[in-house]
């Protein structure tokens, strides 16, 4: 991982260097049989799911021991990397693919991960039983912001932070003032940066949950069918 070592915006310790070694190893391996992700190229994989996963930590490090939902995880992102960033964080990584989650179990054994568990279920039907209950939850799943925002802001406890991995163009299109406005949540933060190698613009807009609502997230046909 010398490459990562000297791409990375945050400097990295020998043992999280061994460790993201390890994870590209162990999902390198596994995705011989499993489709995990279609991005398997050393560099690309260094750049786009480890580095972008955390390079917020540059400029926000999380809470030690905070509990941290990562929602449509797939393969381990942002999760996995923000976990090895930050190993006293207690991490749910959650995705309705079967297979994925049990990668998922496979590898955080293999790296040793500790405090980490696994939801096997769709974000609508965790929420119900986890209203009140993350300090933080982040997310690089493809729904829309507003689809998105009525998931999770639930799932977290008042003045929780919500990190949402979106592109500069998403940002631009989407219009999530509403949204905000139902769900009792301010924007907290905006990080813009560039990735390595000219692997193009990423955005993470943070926000903050400042009172909780009773009676979201709805069922999901009907977010689908009427967004906030």
């Given at each position: 991982?010398?490459?990562?070592?000297?791409?990375?915006?945050?400097?990295?310790?020998?043992?999280?260097?061994?460790?993201?070694?390890?994870?590209?190893?162990?999902?390198?391996?596994?995705?011989?049989?499993?489709?995990?992700?279609?991005?398997?190229?050393?560099?690309?994989?260094?750049?786009?799911?480890?580095?972008?996963?955390?390079?917020?930590?540059?400029?926000?490090?999380?809470?030690?021991?905070?509990?941290?939902?990562?929602?449509?995880?797939?393969?381990?992102?942002?999760?996995?990397?923000?976990?090895?960033?930050?190993?006293?964080?207690?991490?749910?990584?959650?995705?309705?693919?079967?297979?994925?989650?049990?990668?998922?179990?496979?590898?955080?054994?293999?790296?040793?991960?500790?405090?980490?568990?696994?939801?096997?279920?769709?974000?609508?039907?965790?929420?119900?039983?986890?209203?009140?209950?993350?300090?933080?939850?982040?997310?690089?799943?493809?729904?829309?912001?507003?689809?998105?925002?009525?998931?999770?802001?639930?799932?977290?406890?008042?003045?929780?932070?919500?990190?949402?991995?979106?592109?500069?163009?998403?940002?631009?299109?989407?219009?999530?003032?509403?949204?905000?406005?139902?769900?009792?949540?301010?924007?907290?933060?905006?990080?813009?940066?560039?990735?390595?190698?000219?692997?193009?613009?990423?955005?993470v807009m943070v926000f903050k949950k400042q009172k909780h609502v009773i009676g979201y997230p709805r069922p999901y046909a009907i977010i689908l069918k009427k967004g906030l």
């Amino acid at each position: 991982m010398k490459q990562l070592k000297a791409l990375s915006p945050v400097q990295l310790t020998e043992k999280q260097l061994e460790l993201f070694q390890k994870l590209y190893e162990e999902m390198i391996i596994y995705n011989e049989h499993t489709n995990l992700t279609s991005i398997t190229k050393e560099t690309d994989v260094i750049v786009k799911h480890f580095i972008d996963s955390y390079w917020v930590l540059k400029d926000h490090p999380f809470p030690k021991h905070s509990t941290i939902l990562d929602v449509g995880t797939g393969p381990g992102y942002p999760g996995l990397p923000l976990k090895i960033m930050e190993p006293t964080l207690k991490l749910t990584l959650l995705d309705s693919n079967l297979k994925k989650i049990q990668y998922l179990k496979h590898v955080s054994e293999q790296l040793e991960l500790t405090h980490t568990t696994f939801a096997y279920e769709r974000a609508e039907d965790h929420a119900k039983k986890n209203l009140n209950h993350y300090d933080i939850i982040v997310s690089r799943a493809t729904a829309n912001m507003s689809t998105l925002l009525e998931l999770c802001i639930p799932m977290l406890r008042e003045n929780g932070l919500l990190y949402l991995y979106v592109t500069p163009q998403q940002i631009a299109s989407e219009n999530i003032m509403n949204a905000l406005k139902i769900l009792k949540t301010t924007t907290f933060n905006k990080h813009d940066y560039e990735l390595p190698l000219e692997y193009g613009k990423r955005s993470v807009m943070v926000f903050k949950k400042q009172k909780h609502v009773i009676g979201y997230p709805r069922p999901y046909a009907i977010i689908l069918k009427k967004g906030l």
